[in-house]
Structure formats: structure tokens, C-alpha cells
């Protein structure tokens, strides 16, 4: 069955309802309403009458009411009254202060009675288990996230130690490649040194025969 009832009040002034069935609902929250007390201090509580729980919330002069069967337990009313009074909030403002008695029921009653329906028949409605449901997959994607990161780190590292034994690798290079030069550079000056001492001695032995 759900939830049956639902009422919105400004202490006293009741400003929107809107009842599923044929029940005494209406009286019974206004009884409660009166035998509340009066101090504007935030309070969730709830109170057994026959077969139904009636479950109130009130956020300082603003009390959110409803009846709901036994069965539902108490956090799927609970997010009902949480849902219905950010609401009525929201869509009157600071014409909740002013508002006479049931100036918001003819348009706020369908929200009430949507939202009844809603709560009563929506598995995923509890907006606590919604929440782990989302808090589930948020830390999922973080875990894969994590180990996406982790494997990035790792492949980095393996670039970092590629990347040094390349440089490694062309220092060395470098290094084979300036010695090679200075040997290939003496062997060039030695060759060069031979051809001169020989040119020098042809030219010698010319210059002594053509004297001689």
C-alpha cells in the first residue's frame, strides 16, 4: 500500500494535502499537528495509530506530514517528506510565511499525490539506497581509474628507462665516434707525414743526380 497521505503546514495552517483513500488520515494529522510542540527546533519522529505510522518532519516552523502502511518502514517515508519539502520550498519560498490556509493545495496536491506514488512504488525512490547505488559506481570508477594510473606509471617508468639507455647509448656514441675521428685524424696526419718525407726524398735524390 505505501504511502496514503501527505500534508503540508505552517504551524497551525495547513496549506496542501492530498489523501490516496477514504480515511480519517486528515483528522489524525491535525491532532498531531496540535499536540506537537511549538518550539521551531528541527525534529523527525513518528506515531503509531491502528495499522498505519503517521511520520513527521519539521524544519523550523515548516511541517511535512504523512501516513504510510507499516510495512514501508520508516526511510522510504522519510525521503518522501525530505522530497515534498524541498519542493514546497522551492517552488513558494517566502510565500510559505504569508500564505493563508490551503492557498498551495490545489497545485501542490497533484505534486503530493505524484510523488506518493512514486516513493510507494519505485524500488529505487529510498533516495539512501540510490545514494550507495551511486557511491557503488563512483568508487568503481575510481578503482578503474586508479589502476588506469597505475598502469600509466608503469608504462612511464618503462619510457623513462628507454629513454635514459637511449641517452646512454648516445653518449657513448658520441664518445666511439670522437675517438674514431682523432684516430682516423693521426692516421691521416701519419700518412700524409710519409708521403712528404718520401716526396722529399725523390725530390732529393733528383736535385743529386741532376748535380752529380
Not at 518522501?80 to 524541498?86: G, P, R, T, V
Not at 674514431?180 to 685524424?185: D, L, S, V
Not at 692516421?187 to 752529380?212: D, E, P
Request: charge should be positive.
Amino acid at each position: 500500500m505505501g504511502i496514503l497521505y501527505g500534508m503540508v503546514a505552517r504551524g497551525q495552517v495547513v496549506l496542501a494535502e492530498f489523501c490516496a483513500s477514504q480515511t480519517t488520515a486528515s483528522t489524525v494529522a491535525r491532532q498531531i499537528l496540535e499536540n506537537m510542540s511549538q518550539g521551531k527546533n528541527d525534529s523527525n519522529s513518528s506515531f503509531s495509530h491502528d495499522r498505519y505510522i503517521f511520520h513527521v518532519k519539521r524544519t523550523d516552523d515548516l511541517t511535512v506530514l504523512c501516513m504510510a502502511d507499516d510495512a514501508s518502514g520508516r526511510r522510504i517515508p522519510f525521503a518522501f517528506l525530505e522530497d515534498i519539502h524541498q519542493r514546497f520550498v522551492k517552488t513558494y519560498a517566502r510565500a510559505i510565511h504569508s500564505a493563508s490556509a490551503y492557498a498551495m493545495n490545489e497545485e501542490f496536491s497533484r505534486v503530493m499525490c505524484q510523488q506518493m506514488e512514486h516513493f510507494s512504488t519505485e524500488p529505487n525512490a529510498d533516495r539512501l539506497n540510490r545514494l550507495q547505488g551511486e557511491m557503488s559506481q563512483v568508487r568503481s570508477v575510481m578503482i578503474d581509474n586508479i589502476e588506469k594510473v597505475l598502469e600509466r606509471g608503469n608504462r612511464l617508468e618503462l619510457l623513462v628507462e628507454k629513454t635514459s639507455s637511449i641517452q646512454g647509448n648516445s653518449v657513448r656514441f658520441k664518445s666511439q665516434s670522437r675517438r674514431y675521428k682523432n684516430t682516423m685524424w693521426w692516421s691521416n696526419c701519419k700518412i700524409m707525414a710519409i708521403l712528404i718525407l718520401l716526396l722529399s726524398l725523390i725530390i732529393a735524390y733528383v736535385l743529386f743526380a741532376f748535380v752529380f
